[in-house]
């Protein structure tokens, strides 16, 4: 009876920790726009730190200057690092940076851009749905 009570505290408190996990994550709606269309974007909250990540059947758009671009509730916009990475001299491989951390003072995202820093132009936007998707409390 005790070790039925224990199992059943136990798997109740791994079950709100689950939940408490996926609350904090939030994924976008698809991207949409003249280059970037397909894929999205998920934002979660860990140590009180954003970080958006891009899904994996996201395909980085063949223009010369693409970056990460995030736009929050009040209009502001911010542009953010290079989505792709130049490898050292043919040292290492060319990668793209499908994970980045937001800075401090971005306080919620609106809609994530990909953005081609080269043409001035937005080659695609994701948009989470309901306004506010981050409490500035939380960093």
């Not at 070790?3 to 408190?13: A, G, H, N, Q």
């Not at 999205?40 to 223009?63: E, H, N, R, Y």
């Not at 001035?120 to 998707?133: C, D, K, P, T, Y």
């Amino acid at each position: 009876m005790v070790s039925r009570m224990i199992r059943t505290t136990i798997v109740t408190m791994a079950a709100l920790l689950l939940t408490a996990a996926v609350a904090s994550a939030q994924t976008s709606r698809p991207f949409s726009g003249a280059k970037v269309n397909g894929g999205t974007v998920t934002m979660a909250v860990k140590d009180g730190k954003t970080t958006l990540t891009l899904s994996k059947d996201f395909q980085v758009p063949d223009t010369p200057d693409p970056h990460w671009q995030v736009v929050d509730t009040h209009g502001n916009v911010y542009l953010l690092q290079r989505l792709g990475v130049k490898s050292l001299g043919g040292l290492a491989k060319d990668r793209v940076n499908m994970t980045i951390t937001l800075p401090a003072y971005v306080k919620d995202v609106a809609a994530v851009q990909i953005y081609c820093a080269w043409a001035e132009a937005v080659l695609g936007e994701a948009s989470f749905g309901n306004g506010r998707q981050h409490d500035p409390s939380t960093r």
